[in-house]
């Protein structure tokens, strides 16, 4: 075979090469993002970021244990959103709200922000919670976010190219119950006050600190949402009297900036639901969480006492 043939040839083993490559990129790239899209729609079924004038919920596990959205949406008679994700810290929550707030500018109904006794402290929760946001990085508020937050540009990088990495189990979880319209939330177990004893005399327990940029943050938060027109109803989702009994200064003092807050902007009210369940434990899972039982009967206080402060619907 000439010279010229041979690298003829290997010229049309490389074009085959090339296009077999580009096909298989055009194949990879379609279904990433086609399953993304899929995906994406369970998300934003799950956390109500379709729907608009909503009561939406902010929170971390408080809230999503806490809470049934199907039970108070159905006694509220108006639409609710359920926007909690386990692990958030402070900063999260309140990008749960302002993400909310870019996607409907009208903006929500009203925030019901769920607060406890650790609402300012600095550390205890995920430090990996922004990852919780990636499927929403094409919204420019959330991207910003995640610039700040991402733990190596590689880790940004890749989620920007390849969508299905901004999945993990947990996201995949609750994409799925999304498209299925699983809103259950509801956890089993009973609360053991002789461990949670054991656990404070050993020094096992988080110990609650007041971050003084942690309250500026909230407080520049509820400012913004005063000026906008946003009501924001500071609801305290009820934790063990045992539990909020551990540091009992530092305790008060968070609730009097909770109740300062609400004293300072027209906009904010504080709904406080501790009593009378934080000193019933058999509804409790464990020091800080409802079980199923606590759920469904804190979540009917919650519709009974939230239903007068909310305001008309647009």
Request: charged share 25%; aromatic share 8%; hydrophobic share 45%.
């Amino acid at each position: 075979m000439r010279i010229s043939d041979n690298l003829k040839a290997q010229k049309a083993q490389l074009i085959r090469l090339a296009q077999g490559v580009l096909l298989g990129l055009i194949v990879f790239f379609a279904a990433d993002r086609g399953l993304d899209a899929v995906l994406m729609r369970g998300l934003d079924r799950y956390f109500g970021l379709e729907t608009e004038d909503t009561v939406l919920l902010v929170g971390h596990s408080h809230v999503v244990l806490g809470i049934d959205r199907v039970r108070l949406e159905r006694d509220l008679g108006t639409p609710v959103s359920k926007y909690a994700r386990a692990g958030a810290q402070l900063e999260d929550r309140i990008l749960m709200a302002r993400h909310y707030g870019t996607l409907h500018p009208d903006g929500p109904r009203a925030i019901v922000f769920g607060v406890d006794g650790h609402m300012f402290s600095p550390r205890g929760l995920s430090s990996n919670a922004h990852r919780l946001f990636y499927p929403h990085m094409g919204d420019e508020i959330v991207d910003a976010y995640l610039r700040d937050h991402a733990l190596s540009w590689q880790e940004y990088v890749t989620r920007q190219v390849v969508h299905l990495a901004r999945y993990n189990d947990v996201l995949l979880n609750v994409a799925r119950r999304g498209l299925s319209g699983d809103w259950s939330s509801g956890v089993g177990g009973r609360f053991d006050p002789e461990r949670l004893a054991r656990e404070a005399e050993l020094g096992e327990t988080r110990p609650i600190a007041i971050d003084a940029a942690q309250v500026a943050q909230f407080d520049a938060f509820l400012a913004e949402a005063d000026a906008k027109g946003w009501p924001v109803i500071l609801t305290f989702v009820p934790t063990t009297e045992a539990w909020n009994a551990l540091e009992p200064d530092t305790f008060t003092e968070v609730l009097t900036l909770l109740k300062g807050f609400a004293d300072t902007y027209e906009s904010v009210q504080f709904l406080d639901l501790r009593d009378p369940w934080s000193s019933q434990y058999d509804l409790f899972a464990d020091p800080i969480h409802l079980n199923a039982k606590g759920q469904r009967l804190v979540t009917e206080d919650l519709a009974t006492r939230l239903a007068p402060l909310l305001p008309e619907g647009q």
